[in-house]
């Protein structure tokens, strides 16, 4: 045998030979491995840096709204709504929409925007995840120092207080808009079939904690780097707010859109939850014409996870371009 064949053993011999190395046990056979399924996601946090600020945003979890319906978007027939859900690869089944908190830690606060539905499950079983991915992202809630809420709707405040009466944030101090605390607070408002439950269900988060709020002004720096921004429509109260360090800046853009396609191809639709439509589309066009202009990136509620990214201008609309995440600061 020369050194060329003891170099390159052939196919057959290194078979042969692996047998028979099996049949004496010095090597394992062959073995199926099997695992239960496991059928659970990471915890659903994810950290950016913004100058010397570090932001977390954290889901609490998805809505579901069902079937595309007309009526969601005033305006837009269910056959259009399918159309662009199927262009552009999205389940047409249900329309699920992911809730997107952020925490901002300025160094010397933890501030949280929005804190998701709560323990209600209005709108699918899923929610109701913050507080669990908080403590999986090493944020205690006991250690949040200031809330922000954008407007008064239940996926942004009804996480302030527990199944069981407690304040989920024993320490927050609590900012929002005037104009939403008196809105979804008015007890006359019970009476109007269509808002009856917001409004209950919001007056029971807000005013216990009612000692625990300021309210902010539009144009106003109520935090160190945290600016407010009145984009009504939405809401009488809706805010968007700027977020500013070491010379750059993010946008918390709330509810300004609830879909990243079918609002940004259609910026003027109006939304089936907007208190004004037709104000909250020319927030919207305002806010989306700041945030392209000056390539300002943003993050959006309802975005899909975890919503951060750019706003661009496309034709008479507009395109989101997801920020590519960093699996490593």
């Given at each position: 045998m020369?050194?060329?064949?003891?170099?390159?053993?052939?196919?057959?011999?290194?078979?042969?030979?692996?047998?028979?190395?099996?049949?004496?046990?010095?090597?394992?056979?062959?073995?199926?491995?099997?695992a239960p399924l496991l059928n659970t996601q990471a915890p659903a946090f994810y950290r950016f840096k913004l100058g010397s600020f570090e932001g977390t945003v954290v889901s609490d979890g998805p809505l579901a709204l069902g079937e595309p319906q007309a009526g969601i978007y005033v305006g837009l027939s269910r056959e259009a709504f399918v159309k662009t859900l199927t262009e552009n690869y999205l389940p047409t089944g249900n329309v699920s929409l992911d809730q997107n908190a952020l925490v901002i830690n300025t160094g010397n606060q933890l501030v949280l925007f929005d804190t998701g539905v709560g323990a209600a499950k209005i709108m699918g079983p899923k929610s109701g995840q913050l507080l669990a991915n908080l403590k999986a992202a090493g944020i205690d809630a006991k250690d949040i120092d200031a809330i922000v809420l954008s407007h008064a709707h239940p996926d942004h405040c009804w996480g302030l207080i527990s199944a069981g009466g407690a304040r989920n944030f024993p320490n927050a101090q609590i900012y929002m808009a005037q104009s939403d605390l008196e809105f979804w607070t008015d007890e006359a408002k019970l009476k109007i079939a269509e808002i009856k439950d917001f409004v209950a269900g919001t007056r029971a988060q807000l005013l216990p904690n009612r000692d625990h709020i300021q309210f902010f002004k539009d144009s106003q720096e109520f935090l160190p780097g945290i600016q407010a921004m009145?984009?009504?429509?939405?809401?009488?109260?809706?805010?968007?707010?700027?977020?500013?360090?070491?010379?750059?800046?993010?946008?918390?853009?709330?509810?300004?859109?609830?879909?990243?396609?079918?609002?940004?191809?259609?910026?003027?639709?109006?939304?089936?939850y907007d208190t004004d439509g037709t104000q909250g589309a020319e927030s919207r066009v305002r806010v989306f014409d700041m945030l392209a202009s000056q390539r300002i990136p943003s993050i959006t509620y309802h975005f899909p996870w975890p919503g951060l990214g750019h706003i661009g201008k496309s034709g008479s609309g507009y395109r989101y371009f997801p920020t590519p995440m960093q699996t490593v600061l």
């Open positions: 020369n050194a060329a064949n003891l170099s390159h053993p052939s196919r057959r011999r290194f078979l042969a030979g692996a047998a028979l190395a099996t049949a004496y046990g010095l090597m394992p056979a062959a073995v199926s491995a099997r009145a984009a009504p429509g939405h809401t009488v109260g809706h805010t968007v707010f700027l977020i500013t360090s070491g010379g750059r800046t993010l946008c918390f853009a709330a509810d300004i859109a609830h879909h990243h396609v079918v609002p940004l191809e259609q910026p003027r639709l109006a939304f089936a």
